[in-house]
């Protein structure tokens, strides 16, 4: 016969673990630790991942997009058999391998006065053996002696390129953009000598949100200064003295000319390109310490939303691999000067000589030197001031 089973155990019901040690195994501190340590990768690869997708569509905006044949409108700066545009500078196949000259452009496009005027302009040269930058400023008010054109400022040519690409051609804002960027690149290499390849156009609204996604910028301001104005919103009230400037301020820094009713000191277009030298060089600074991930979003929508360039993407992504970090130190600033002649400052020919001589210096690289070769792009220079054609 079949012996009858045991009679089971009562279970014990005092309401304590099965095996307390071995829930006392998950509360290690080591434990703790680890989980901690893996939210916080989890946290990270999170975020990584969100810069990534920032720092792409910043690009897409800043970068120059190829449009399609069907968006392409006829007679654009891609066609330039219908319209005459200025020839097209030879890309290098690597920015980090050749030279780059590219032009900065500071567009005032304030709503309240409808300007499209570059009110800084910078021509500089990109050297990727050491990793050095030179820039050439230019006073807005310059006079460029342009063939065709009547004296007129500087600061002018670009938005009457784009007003002509607008009105005369009817194209859209990004095609006019790209024409009138083009346009710029093939005045100022005729004018310094030199191939410019790129435009790179940020805006004043850029400018402030930049300085202050950084946290200001500590720069030294060489006077007191007061101007204010209700048409354009503009209020500049400055002390001499070092000082951490935000981006209002910053930019009325770099702005300042006149004075409000004599309350302070009036200064000059070559006062003003030697604050762009100041905060440029600040703000070079400020990059290259800056380090917090926590407002790297609001730097890149800042630069995504107020910076254009005609510079493609792959171009772009190289460069900024390329020379992001580089040191103040690595940036020579050349600000030309003149007397001003009403309506327009007449450049110093030995100070632009000199600019010129840098440009090209700096356009070529160590084999070029020791091979010797030189640049074909000769400089058009200046026209005679009686306004007779070059010899």
């Not at 501190?29 to 990270?44: C, D, E, K, Q």
């Not at 006065?113 to 050491?130: C, W």
């Not at 005369?168 to 100022?188: C, T």
Request: hydrophobic content about 35%; overall charge negative.
């Amino acid at each position: 016969m079949d012996q009858p089973l045991p009679p089971r155990k009562e279970k014990a019901s005092s309401g304590q673990p099965r095996n307390p040690k071995r829930r006392s195994r998950w509360l290690r501190p080591g434990r703790i630790l680890l989980m901690s340590a893996g939210v916080i990768i989890v946290t990270l690869g999170i975020y990584a991942g969100f810069l990534y997708m920032k720092t792409m569509q910043a690009l897409g905006n800043i970068s120059d997009p190829a449009p399609s044949s069907a968006s392409e409108p006829v007679g654009s700066v891609l066609t330039p058999s219908a319209v005459p545009v200025p020839s097209p500078v030879v890309q290098p196949t690597n920015p980090a391998e050749r030279p780059l000259g590219m032009l900065i452009l500071g567009l005032d496009n304030r709503k309240q006065t409808g300007s499209m005027n570059t009110d800084v302009m910078m021509a500089a040269v990109l050297e990727p053996d050491g990793k050095t930058v030179t820039v050439v400023s230019i006073p807005r008010d310059s006079d460029l002696n342009v063939p065709g054109f009547a004296k007129q400022k500087a600061n002018s040519f670009y938005a009457r390129y784009y007003t002509e690409a607008v009105k005369e051609f009817g194209w859209k804002s990004d095609e006019a953009r790209r024409y009138a960027s083009n346009k710029m690149e093939s005045l100022l290499s005729d004018f310094f000598g030199i191939p410019f390849t790129y435009t790179a156009v940020l805006d004043f609204q850029g400018f402030i949100d930049v300085v202050d996604e950084l946290g200001g910028i500590s720069v030294y301001v060489d006077q007191d200064m007061r101007w204010w104005d209700t048409a354009d919103g503009t209020d500049i009230d400055l002390k001499k003295g070092q000082q951490v400037l935000d981006g209002e301020d910053a930019l009325g820094f770099v702005r300042y000319r006149h004075s409000k009713n004599g309350e302070t000191r009036e200064s000059s277009d070559f006062e003003r390109n030697d604050r762009q030298d100041r905060v440029l060089r600040a703000l070079i600074d400020k990059l290259k310490s800056f380090q917090s991930l926590t407002k790297l979003g609001g730097l890149l929508d800042a630069v995504g939303d107020n910076v254009r360039t005609d510079i493609p993407q792959d171009v772009l992504t190289d460069l900024i691999k390329h020379y992001f970090g580089v040191d103040r130190d690595h940036v020579r600033f050349i600000a030309l000067t003149g007397e001003w002649i009403s309506p327009v400052v007449v450049l110093d020919s030995a100070k632009l000589e000199e600019a010129r001589t840098a440009l090209r210096e700096a356009m070529q690289t160590e084999s070029d030197r020791e091979e010797g070769l030189m640049l074909q792009h000769e400089p058009a220079g200046p026209l005679p001031s009686d306004g007779s054609e070059r010899s």
